[in-house]
């Protein structure tokens, strides 16, 4: 496809289990951000890959939060032992450059619900 | 907290009524995005502003950068039901971080 796709698009876990998402970004492209979303806000920065390097993971909320690129393609994003404050949008997006302000395409993002 | 604040969280409008939206931070940006979500999706971008004091044109839509690079706003002329979505800011940094604002919910009632 063109675009940027995320699976799964839901996912519902129970308290305590991990869970691993998966963007695949835009062919080609260098950067790839994660974000995530709570219900009527704004993206959070999570973390920040250009090519399999991950530059920046200042927005991780915990040491539960794993996220790889190690191909420099596809990311996944996983979460230990979730919790329900966990639960939110997790949003993927890619940049085909690595300057500030290049357009982001971002993905339809995984709906993740910690019961 | 967020680095990026905007005004007016909701705003409810009949179809051909104008409004502006306003994306403030004590922050300085490289560069400033606005985007526009639909429920269910990601954000898509609308513009990009890099200069202090520039404006853009997209149709109906006015964007600005503030001449110190901190704020922005986005200004809809005659809106339209198509309008209706989340309307998002992002400031980048030097570093390719981007911050986004909390977003202004727009509802154009035909």
């Known amino acids: 496809g063109a675009g940027v796709s995320q699976s799964p698009r839901y996912k519902v876990a129970k308290r305590g289990q991990d869970v691993a998402l998966r963007c695949d970004p835009i062919?080609?492209?260098?950067?790839l951000f994660w974000y995530q979303q709570a219900l009527g806000q704004g993206p959070e920065f999570l973390t920040y890959?250009?090519?399999?390097?991950?530059?920046?993971k200042s927005g991780l909320p915990s040491d539960r939060f794993f996220a790889e690129r190690p191909e420099g393609s596809v990311s996944t994003l996983k979460i230990q032992r979730t919790q329900q404050e966990d639960s939110a949008v997790y949003l993927c997006?890619?940049?085909?450059?690595?300057?500030?302000?290049?357009?982001?395409?971002f993905g339809p993002g995984t709906r993740l619900t910690v019961l | 907290t967020q680095l990026l604040e905007q005004s007016p969280q909701f705003l409810s409008i009949q179809e051909g009524e104008n409004l502006t939206v306003y994306c403030n931070s004590s922050?300085?940006?490289?560069?400033l995005q606005w985007y526009r979500q639909e429920p269910g999706e990601g954000p898509v971008l609308l513009v990009t502003v890099v200069t202090g004091g520039e404006v853009k044109k997209l149709k109906r839509l006015t964007f600005q950068f503030g001449d110190a690079r901190k704020d922005s706003s986005l200004h809809i002329t005659a809106a339209q039901p198509g309008d209706t979505g989340l309307y998002l800011c992002?400031?980048?940094?030097?570093?390719?971080?981007?911050?986004f604002g909390s977003g202004t919910k727009l509802n154009v009632k035909p």
């Open positions: 922050s300085v940006f490289s560069s």
């Open positions: 062919s080609g492209h260098v950067s």
């Open positions: 992002a400031g980048a940094d030097n570093f390719n971080k981007f911050y």
């Open positions: 997006a890619s940049s085909p450059g690595v300057a500030g302000g290049n357009e982001q395409f």
């Open positions: 890959f250009q090519n399999e390097a991950q530059l920046d």
